[in-house]
């Protein structure tokens, strides 16, 4: 995947307008791109420049064959895209070649009206910039090279990747990317120690007392700051053996909001409610791979190590209670604790008869962390709960692991017909075992401050240990000349610890068909069928357990249902559809549905939905590309509970929800040359969102426990959510010459 694609995915209209002019410089020609290859990581487009392209790639007016006129097509019937024209280095000394490139440009950006979505993973601060600089040298009798390149250098987005190494020896890459994640600009809180673990509320706003609205309180930004870096060294000292090890750091630095409550919130502002504080954000990971391969003519193999490090410098967060409840005068959160994991993997891979290939591959991770526990609560009312003595232990001694192998064999018998069988089997095996209790009597604190004002008789969580086993079957056929047909049946077996049902199973067919017999059009089908069943569902599954404690076990609906536990059938259907309107015109159109229903009264009850949407491109030549495509995205879901009266879950207390979610998309654009020196790229998108949500409830009992407001008052819908959005993006370039160009997003 590519190192930026989070870039990409981000909606490119986030940018609510800018203006950056650019001036491109080559000293050769920077029209390769660099790519580090070891681990997949790769050096990609940014939110200014989603292509990723260098400054002078630009299609190649040379790249078609001298026996083509228009581009050939990929098995899925689309055109293939234009080249891009081959990098031009310069001689410099006797053996060395070089070619560097430069964007410099200043950008001007207005309209984010201080919302954070604007700013996420990129810096829009008005000043210089440099998108895109580039260099790299290459010897040629000793297939030696260097690579650079910095995209955004010196702002907060700013992205560097380089490597070394010799062709077919050896090969050292790294890089060091930085993001901005903001949360917010315009938060307001009244906490004193904003990205620190204790907040504190300022005078004026008393402990425990009346919340104060009208204190002065001004906007600040909450944020987290992120930096990457990373080296790859790989070594092939033959041809057929590689050798590679891997270091990433991960630092993230900053403030995010968090919630959390006082006693039940809502019922009293007398007696608390819900606080939403600036979480500390002060984290490091490192990773740390080393790996061994070997690739033969009728064997290949490979074994390697993982080791990961978490350290968090916050071990909990402690705010001053704003309501005026005098039971808790502060609360508590511990934060992600510091755990390590170690992985060994393995894969083999051997040839066989039938043209057949056997894979099998097996992993084993084991996860730890130790952390010091924190006591059950910091209000002196429940002492002495109060206290880490009250802890039946002081560290968590907690670990997991987990074990997964895998095998499959492909034969292709005859040459039409081609079968492969897999298996799939997991194991994860939760080895922490604690039970909360105050001397001989089990519990822990459910609410701070709640009452009763001592802890309830509970246990702690279950072990939530799992297996699975997958197996899948499935055959491949050319029925004739053009026309492939394909089936696949799979199971999917697990085992549950701790949960609401002990065994479930889900078995799915699939069938689908490829056409490519008509020379002009691709057609692809699908249709799945996939059904779910298991053993009883218990609504409380560890309510004997806690009993047998002398603990209260806790109440669930007894006719609620988990949607990944749940009795479900599922139909899924597909259709893709390449028309091939003319030489340099392709037609595509995709559609989809999918049907869940679910056997359940209460939870999630059924979700159905689809999508279809048509795309026309048109590639005359490399001067000139347009596009034209639209989509739909309709999803509907249906949503049932009850609430509770105590231990008891009424029928009159019964309510449903429907959410109708729809998303419209619409766009064209084109890019064309303009004479010998100019390059115009125009795109529009429209984008339009709505979910209606309506809800239905047996009466107001099932709005609030403590009597909710009247039917008048209450509805049966909230307001539609609507959402438009308009974007235009341009682009102008100017190059009169190989090593000069300017340009204007």
Same mark, same amino acid.
């Given at each position: 995947?590519?190192?930026?694609?989070?870039?990409?995915?981000?909606?490119?209209?986030?940018?609510?307008?800018?203006?950056?002019?650019?001036?491109?410089?080559?000293?050769?020609?920077?029209?390769?791109?660099?790519?580090?290859?070891?681990?997949?990581?790769?050096?990609?487009?940014?939110?200014?420049?989603?292509?990723?392209?260098?400054?002078?790639?630009?299609?190649?007016?040379?790249?078609?064959?001298?026996?083509?006129?228009?581009?050939?097509?990929?098995?899925?019937?689309?055109?293939?895209?234009?080249?891009?024209?081959?990098?031009?280095?310069?001689?410099?000394?006797?053996?060395?070649?070089?070619?560097?490139?430069?964007?410099?440009?200043?950008?001007?950006?207005?309209?984010?009206?201080?919302?954070?979505?604007?700013?996420?993973?990129?810096?829009?601060?008005?000043?210089?910039?440099?998108?895109?600089?580039?260099?790299?040298?290459?010897?040629?009798?000793?297939?030696?090279?260097?690579?650079?390149?910095?995209?955004?250098?010196?702002?907060?987005?700013?992205?560097?990747?380089?490597?070394?190494?010799?062709?077919?020896?050896?090969?050292?890459?790294?890089?060091?990317?930085?993001?901005?994640?903001?949360?917010?600009?315009?938060?307001?809180?009244?906490?004193?120690?904003?990205?620190?673990?204790?907040?504190?509320?300022?005078?004026?706003?008393?402990?425990?007392?009346?919340?104060?609205?009208?204190?002065?309180?001004?906007?600040?930004?909450?944020?987290?700051?992120?930096?990457?870096?990373?080296?790859?060294?790989?070594?092939?000292?033959?041809?057929?053996?590689?050798?590679?090890?891997?270091?990433?750091?991960?630092?993230?630095?900053?403030?995010?909001?968090?919630?959390?409550?006082?006693?039940?919130?809502?019922?009293?502002?007398?007696?608390?409610?819900?606080?939403?504080?600036?979480?500390?954000?002060?984290?490091?990971?490192?990773?740390?791979?080393?790996?061994?391969?070997?690739?033969?003519?009728?064997?290949?193999?490979?074994?390697?190590?993982?080791?990961?490090?978490?350290?968090?410098?916050?071990?909990?967060?402690?705010?001053?209670?704003?309501?005026?409840?005098?039971?808790?005068?502060?609360?508590?959160?511990?934060?992600?604790?510091?755990?390590?994991?170690?992985?060994?993997?393995?894969?083999?891979?051997?040839?066989?008869?039938?043209?057949?290939?056997?894979?099998?591959?097996?992993?084993?991770?084991?996860?730890?962390?130790?952390?010091?526990?924190?006591?059950?609560?910091?209000?002196?009312?429940?002492?002495?709960?109060?206290?880490?003595?009250?802890?039946?232990?002081?560290?968590?001694?907690?670990?997991?692991?987990?074990?997964?192998?895998?095998?499959?064999?492909?034969?292709?018998?005859?040459?039409?017909?081609?079968?492969?069988?897999?298996?799939?089997?997991?194991?994860?095996?939760?080895?922490?075992?604690?039970?909360?209790?105050?001397?001989?009597?089990?519990?822990?604190?459910?609410?701070?401050?709640?009452?009763?004002?001592?802890?309830?008789?509970?246990?702690?969580? +279950?072990?939530? $240990? %799992?297996?699975?086993?997958?197996?899948?079957?499935? &055959?491949? !056929?050319? #029925? *004739?000349?053009? /026309?492939? @047909?394909?089936?696949?049946?799979?199971?999917?077996?697990?085992?549950?610890?701790?949960?609401?049902?002990?065994?479930?199973?889900?078995?799915?067919?699939?069938?689908?068909?490829?056409?490519?017999?008509?020379?002009?059009?691709?057609?692809?089908?699908?249709?799945?069928?996939?059904?779910?069943?298991?053993?009883?569902?218990?609504?409380?599954?560890?309510?004997?357990?806690?009993?047998?404690?002398?603990?209260?076990?806790?109440?669930?609906?007894?006719?609620?249902?988990?949607?990944?536990? +749940?009795?479900? $059938? %599922?139909?899924?259907?597909?259709?893709?559809?390449? &028309?091939? !309107?003319? #030489? *340099?015109?392709? /037609?595509? @159109?995709?559609?989809?549905?999918?049907?869940?229903?679910?056997?359940?009264?209460?939870?999630?009850?059924?979700?159905?939905?689809?999508?279809?949407?048509?795309?026309?491109?048109?590639?005359?030549?490399?001067?000139?590309?347009?596009?034209?495509?639209?989509?739909?995205?309709?999803?509907?879901?249906?949503?049932?509970?009850?609430?509770?009266?105590?231990?008891?879950?009424?029928?009159?207390?019964?309510?449903?929800?429907?959410?109708?979610?729809?998303?419209?998309?619409?766009?064209?654009?084109?890019?064309?040359?303009?004479?010998?020196?100019?390059?115009?790229?125009?795109?529009?998108?429209?984008?339009?969102?709505?979910?209606?949500?309506?809800?239905?409830?047996?009466?107001?009992?099932?709005?609030?426990?403590?009597?909710?407001?009247?039917?008048?008052?209450?509805?049966?819908?909230?307001?539609?959510?609507?959402?438009?959005?308009?974007?235009?993006?341009?682009?102008?370039?100017?190059?009169?010459?190989?090593?000069?160009?300017?340009?204007?997003?």
């Amino acid at each position: 995947m590519s190192r930026r694609a989070r870039h990409v995915s981000r909606p490119r209209h986030a940018l609510p307008l800018s203006a950056i002019a650019l001036l491109a410089l080559s000293a050769g020609d920077a029209s390769a791109q660099i790519v580090l290859r070891a681990e997949g990581g790769e050096a990609s487009g940014t939110l200014l420049d989603p292509t990723g392209r260098l400054p002078f790639q630009i299609p190649d007016p040379l790249g078609l064959s001298s026996h083509r006129s228009t581009r050939p097509r990929s098995p899925s019937g689309l055109l293939y895209t234009f080249p891009w024209r081959a990098p031009r280095e310069r001689v410099w000394g006797e053996d060395w070649l070089v070619r560097a490139s430069a964007s410099l440009g200043y950008l001007g950006s207005s309209g984010s009206d201080g919302e954070a979505r604007f700013d996420k993973y990129v810096d829009l601060s008005d000043g210089f910039i440099a998108p895109d600089l580039a260099a790299g040298l290459r010897r040629r009798d000793e297939a030696l090279y260097v690579d650079f390149r910095a995209q955004n250098a010196g702002r907060d987005d700013a992205l560097y990747v380089g490597g070394l190494g010799r062709l077919g020896r050896f090969r050292v890459d790294g890089f060091h990317d930085a993001l901005a994640h903001p949360s917010m600009h315009d938060a307001r809180t009244p906490f004193l120690g904003v990205g620190t673990s204790s907040l504190r509320l300022p005078t004026g706003f008393a402990l425990g007392g009346p919340a104060r609205a009208d204190l002065a309180v001004p906007r600040s930004t909450l944020a987290i700051e992120r930096g990457r870096s990373g080296i790859d060294l790989i070594a092939t000292p033959t041809p057929a053996w590689r050798i590679s090890a891997a270091w990433r750091r991960d630092r993230r630095e900053g403030t995010r909001p968090t919630g959390g409550s006082m006693f039940f919130a809502f019922i009293s502002p007398a007696l608390g409610s819900v606080v939403e504080a600036p979480l500390p954000v002060d984290q490091i990971t490192n990773d740390v791979s080393a790996a061994i391969a070997y690739a033969g003519s009728r064997l290949q193999a490979d074994l390697g190590y993982d080791y990961s490090r978490f350290e968090n410098a916050e071990e909990r967060l402690v705010w001053e209670n704003p309501f005026p409840s005098p039971a808790v005068a502060q609360g508590q959160m511990a934060l992600a604790p510091d755990n390590h994991a170690h992985a060994l993997r393995g894969h083999v891979a051997l040839q066989g008869p039938w043209r057949g290939r056997f894979t099998a591959s097996a992993a084993w991770q084991r996860m730890e962390q130790d952390g010091a526990l924190l006591p059950a609560t910091i209000n002196p009312a429940l002492a002495p709960w109060d206290n880490v003595s009250a802890l039946s232990r002081t560290s968590a001694e907690a670990s997991t692991e987990l074990l997964v192998a895998r095998g499959e064999l492909q034969l292709r018998p005859w040459r039409p017909l081609g079968l492969r069988v897999a298996l799939r089997y997991e194991d994860r095996d939760q080895q922490t075992v604690y039970a909360s209790r105050l001397g001989a009597v089990p519990g822990y604190v459910p609410e701070d401050g709640g009452a009763p004002a001592t802890p309830q008789l509970r246990l702690g969580p +279950a072990a939530f $240990d %799992r297996e699975q086993l997958l197996f899948l079957a499935a &055959l491949d !056929l050319r #029925a *004739a000349r053009g /026309l492939r @047909l394909g089936a696949e049946y799979r199971r999917d077996a697990r085992r549950w610890q701790g949960r609401e049902r002990n065994r479930t199973a889900d078995d799915t067919l699939r069938l689908d068909a490829t056409l490519r017999r008509i020379e002009w059009l691709t057609l692809r089908t699908s249709y799945t069928y996939s059904r779910r069943r298991g053993s009883p569902y218990e609504p409380d599954p560890n309510a004997a357990l806690i009993e047998r404690a002398g603990g209260t076990a806790a109440v669930s609906a007894p006719l609620l249902r988990r949607p990944d536990l +749940a009795d479900r $059938d %599922r139909h899924d259907a597909e259709l893709r559809l390449v &028309l091939a !309107l003319a #030489a *340099a015109i392709d /037609l595509s @159109l995709t559609g989809r549905y999918r049907d869940d229903d679910y056997a359940a009264d209460l939870g999630l009850t059924g979700e159905h939905g689809g999508d279809v949407s048509v795309e026309l491109s048109h590639q005359p030549s490399p001067r000139w590309q347009s596009r034209l495509f639209a989509s739909v995205d309709r999803r509907d879901r249906t949503i049932a509970g009850v609430a509770a009266q105590g231990t008891l879950f009424p029928v009159d207390n019964r309510w449903s929800l429907d959410s109708e979610a729809t998303h419209v998309e619409v766009g064209l654009g084109t890019e064309v040359g303009l004479g010998s020196d100019w390059r115009l790229a125009l795109d529009y998108t429209w984008l339009h969102g709505s979910e209606e949500i309506g809800y239905a409830y047996a009466s107001t009992g099932a709005l609030s426990p403590f009597g909710g407001p009247n039917p008048l008052a209450a509805g049966t819908e909230f307001p539609d959510l609507r959402q438009n959005e308009h974007v235009f993006e341009t682009r102008l370039r100017w190059e009169p010459h190989e090593q000069i160009a300017a340009c204007c997003p």
